[in-house]
């Protein structure tokens, strides 16, 4: 089946929905692209990043027009596309066709709600079921979530990741030999790559409150940064009431990019914009 990306890139900026075979079809494709992707995806500035967005499809709109479009801009998105907002579907499906139309400009990394545990609960699912009469959209985006890469490094300086780091991981190469083309397992380094948090009254490596992945300290985000020669972590993950935060001097910066955070946390959003240095918006 033949389809244009541009139409379907249109007619969901104008707020409508893609039939689910051009979906299916769409998934399929992205797959075979994302198959060739390394679980460490090298590229070079000028970029921007963006954190979580979760469902807020008019929101993503917003960050497209105040920061351009592809493939004016380059776009890396840290994960959490889905789940929580109302508009997943308008959301995953836009991204998606991004993904395919313009595949080195736009970068995807996968987040914790890119599982199918996870959507299941905190609304993907039903969103899918809701406005395609059945589970099969919720199928085909959860099966290309299996695809999406683990991590992204800008300049060989800065690591980009979803979450956090892992006491599995020491090296980046490391992160390159896990097996990803799976649903994100409870325990292990993929896991704590999408799950873990900095903790700014910790050294090292402890517990999560969450219930997987880790909560770290600036004494692992000094030596991860000194072994791997780099210079800054940029994850998203966890809501900032002013939309980023930074911590460990300046070793590691967070991204939140959904406004008024389930339209009723009030908080503002950000993404960051990184030629040489560092812009927040």
């Known amino acids: 089946m033949a389809f244009d990306l541009d139409a379907c890139i249109q ?5 409508e929905l893609l039939h689910e075979s051009l979906l299916k079809e769409i998934c399929i494709k992205v797959k075979e ?7 460490v995806i090298h590229i070079s500035a000028p970029v921007t990043v963006v954190g979580d967005i979760h469902g807020q499809f008019y929101d993503l709109i917003e960050i497209f027009r105040i920061g ?33 139309r313009y595949p080195d ?49 800008i300049d060989d300086r800065i690591f980009c990741v979803h979450g956090g780091l892992s006491p599995s991981v020491h090296y980046i190469d490391q992160i390159k ?27 090292e490596f402890a ?15 000094k030596h991860f940064l000194e072994r791997n020669q780099m210079s800054h972590i940029l994850r998203a993950h966890q809501l900032c009431m002013e939309g980023f935060s930074v911590l460990y001097g300046d070793r590691l910066s967070t991204v939140w990019s ?8 009030g908080n503002m959003a950000s993404i960051l914009e990184y030629e040489s240095v560092h812009y927040f918006l």
């Open 11 to 15: 007619t969901l900026l104008r707020k």
């Open 207 to 221: 517990m999560s409150p969450r219930g997987a992945g880790y909560t770290f300290g600036a004494s692992v985000v």
């Open 33 to 39: 692209l994302l198959m060739r992707e390394s679980n």
């Open 177 to 203: 030999i896990i097996d990803r083309f799976r649903e994100i397992p409870h325990e292990g380094p993929m896991a704590d790559l999408v799950w873990s948090d900095p903790d700014p009254d910790k050294e």
């Open 68 to 100: 351009g479009y592809a493939p004016h801009t380059n776009y890396l998105f840290l994960g959490d596309y889905v789940d929580r907002g109302l508009f997943s579907v308008e959301t995953i499906s836009l991204l998606t066709c991004l993904k395919l």
């Open 105 to 153: 400009r736009i970068q995807l990394i996968r987040g914790n709600h890119e599982s199918r545990a996870v959507t299941q609960t905190y609304g993907f699912y039903t969103e899918c079921t809701r406005k395609y009469g059945s589970p099969n959209v919720w199928t085909y985006f959860t099966d290309m979530f299996d695809f999406l890469t683990l991590s992204v490094v």
């Open 258 to 265: 959904a406004p008024n955070y389930c339209y009723r946390c």
